[in-house]
């Protein structure tokens, strides 16, 4: 399978690849995008042993970030009993099996098929009957203009190339109710992790190392893309300042712990690469 030391935390290093038992050639990279990815979450589903390795794709586990992070999530979504809530890119569905018992509907989609099989266990084992998923595409969401009252999308957009990711916003943007809320988690690309890694791609291309097809794009591209979209910034939040490429992965570890456990200044948020951001839909979104 492929192995990757690059995780949702962004422990170390660099998003390099190695191929072990030929299941990904060299040349999967050139097929599309898209194809690669679904290939990719394919694999890590079927393998994976947790939900919890599966999704932050390490067995390091910060139990100060990761109950920030949910601080973080629950205030950023404030979910409410009458919510119809999108999870656009649901994984392995853990963020449905947070949010289903606080809403009256939540709806998750991802793009590869296994994933979605665990997110409907998840959702079966649990029983969760407020909860569906379905495979889609965040890019053209099969569903209705203004359908939901809070949509979430963590840890996608930097699988899509630029075109794609605009597109994707603004079907984010299309399906949120005006007024609705949007939860959007990003990967920063002027945060130091990103600028590092911008630096790192050409010395790997140099030395004939494969890196996956990422794409951490500016902060202010970002929003401006979803202004543009009709939504508006209420709130962000972020972790991860400090780290970059390569790191030793105690150390990485180590900062990520300090974070979680002294207050950052607000304005510092805007420099790391996990970004949350929360943003109203104000603008009638077209029909489909």
């Known amino acids: 399978m492929i192995s990757s030391t690059c995780s949702r935390w962004n422990l170390p290093a660099a ?6 038992g030929a299941r990904f050639q060299f040349g ?3 097929k599309p995008q898209a194809d690669f990815w679904k290939n990719w979450w394919n694999e890590q589903a079927r393998h994976s042993g947790s939900d919890y390795a599966l999704n932050r794709q390490t067995n390091l586990r910060l139990e100060a970030l990761e109950q920030r992070s949910l601080r973080q999530f ?3 979504v404030s979910p409410q009993r009458h919510d119809r809530v999108l999870d656009a890119g649901c994984g392995s569905g853990r963020n449905i099996s947070i949010l289903s018992p606080l809403v009256q509907e939540i709806v998750g989609i991802d793009y590869s098929e296994e994933m979605v099989k665990r997110a409907q266990e998840r959702v079966g084992g649990e029983d969760l009957h407020n909860a569906k998923v379905i495979q889609g595409d965040v890019t053209f969401l099969q569903l209705p203009s203004a359908g939901f009252d809070k949509v979430i ?9 630029r075109e794609s990711c605009a597109v994707a916003l603004r079907e984010l ?6 007024g609705g809320r949007l939860v959007i988690h990003l990967k920063n690309g002027t945060s130091l992790y990103g600028l590092s890694l911008m630096v790192l791609r050409p010395i790997a291309a140099l030395l004939g190392k494969q890196m996956k097809p990422e794409y951490y794009r500016s902060r202010g591209w970002y929003e401006t893309t979803l202004s543009n979209a009709g939504a508006t910034v209420l709130d962000y939040d972020g972790f ?3 780290t ?6 105690r150390m990485v570890g180590f900062l990520l712990g300090c974070e979680a456990r002294f207050p950052l200044p607000t304005a510092l948020k805007k ?3 996990n970004y949350q951001v929360t943003l109203r839909a104000s603008q009638t979104p077209s029909a489909r």
Request: aromatic share 6%; proline share 8%; hydrophobic share 55%.
């Open 74 to 76: 629950l205030a950023a």
């Open 271 to 273: 420099l790391a690469v």
């Open 153 to 161: 999308c963590t840890s996608v957009l930097q699988y899509l190339d």
């Open 15 to 20: 998003s390099l690849l190695t191929i072990e």
């Open 28 to 30: 999967d990279l050139v």
């Open 173 to 178: 943007v299309r399906v949120c109710k005006p």
């Open 240 to 242: 991860g300042i400090l």
């Open 244 to 249: 970059f490429v390569p790191m030793p992965r």
